[in-house]
């Protein structure tokens, strides 16, 4: 006959000492999951914060790399209630730009209201590093020129990538994408010939003048190349990135250098935002606004006239990436 081992106190003992263990260490594994997210979603309001006072000129963030130690503060003491609730829920999605060059950060919302009473005391910083018959301009408001709206797109939504504008001249622009995040580098590129540049210099060398940028936290890199003959290894890694502005010979029939880099842009299936300057300056410029707005659809992306909180003689916005919103 087969003897039946009957359970003993010990075995009872041992079995619930065994199920206690498993059971603590879930909890603990479950606070441990609870903590992070927390600790996630005060970083991410953390930022928002910072980012959102940037723009209202309220803290240094522009400037200064943020740092853990800075206080979180009242996102609605900062911006209008609108542009809080919208920012919010943009953080939401964040993208995922490891993986993907063109994603911007989150939603791209462009508040009209928030970006005309941003602060311009960064702009004041930096505005002597140009020519001085620009530091006028660099200075105007938005609606008269563009250099508040391309702050405004890097305070809010710049990253450790780069940016590129598209016509350097007198880096005006280039200034203006830098002094908005310090943790965003400016590509500016020029035809191989120009010079136009060193007029910026004011009779200094290029090195004193690049050391100057960098006291102001701004990094730039200028590319002086033929963008239409460089190959398409180099085209991809000049401008895979979230943001660029097109500003150079405003003659796309007769000179057609926009037309054709637009077309060639389009070719290395760039998903991110284009700014176009001068879309009003000229007949043609006219002309090939009403195209590109024409076939928004079918060479997908949505077109915004900008030219109320950008330059005066026009600005356009091509989004590719479909995640912008403007708030009037």
């Known amino acids: 006959m087969t003897k039946v081992k009957r359970s003993t106190r010990s075995d009872q003992d041992a079995s619930n000492k065994s199920t206690c263990r498993s059971g603590c260490a879930y909890n603990i594994v479950l606070a441990v999951i609870v903590v992070f997210f927390f600790l996630q979603i005060n970083e991410s309001l953390t930022a928002i914060t910072q980012q959102s006072a940037a723009l209202r000129g309220d803290c240094d963030c522009a400037k200064t790399k943020t740092t853990s130690q800075q206080p979180q503060q009242s996102l609605s003491s900062f911006v209008p209630n609108v542009f809080t609730s919208s920012l919010v829920a943009a953080t939401t999605d964040t993208g995922n730009t490891a993986t993907d060059p063109f994603a911007p950060i989150s939603d791209i919302l462009i508040d009209k209201t928030t970006l005309k009473m941003q602060s311009k005391a960064r702009m004041q910083e930096v505005k002597g590093l140009t020519v001085p018959k620009y530091e006028k301009y660099m200075m ?64 200094m060398p290029e ?122």
């Open 140 to 203: 105007a408001d938005a609606g008269k020129e563009h250099y508040p709206l391309l702050q405004y797109l890097t305070a809010a939504y710049g990253d450790d990538r780069h940016v590129a504008d598209v016509g350097t001249r007198y880096a005006a622009s280039a200034l203006a994408l830098g002094s908005g995040n310090s943790q965003t580098p400016v590509w500016t590129f020029d035809i191989p010939l120009s010079k136009e540049r060193k007029s910026a210099f004011r009779g």
């Open 207 to 328: 090195k004193q003048w690049q050391e100057e940028v960098k006291a102001q936290d701004i990094s730039i890199k200028f590319h002086n190349v033929d963008l239409m003959h460089i190959s398409e290894e180099d085209f991809k890694r000049y401008f895979s990135t979230w943001l660029i502005i097109l500003d150079t010979f405003h003659r796309p029939d007769t000179r057609p250098f926009e037309r054709e880099w637009l077309a060639r842009l389009r070719g290395i299936g760039f998903k991110g935002i284009l700014l176009l300057d001068d879309i009003f300056e000229s007949g043609e410029m006219k002309g090939w606004w009403k195209e590109l707005q024409a076939n928004a659809s079918e060479w997908g992306y949505a077109a915004y006239d900008l030219t109320s909180i950008g330059h005066s003689t026009g600005t356009g916005l091509l989004d590719f990436t479909g995640r912008v919103k403007i708030i009037e």
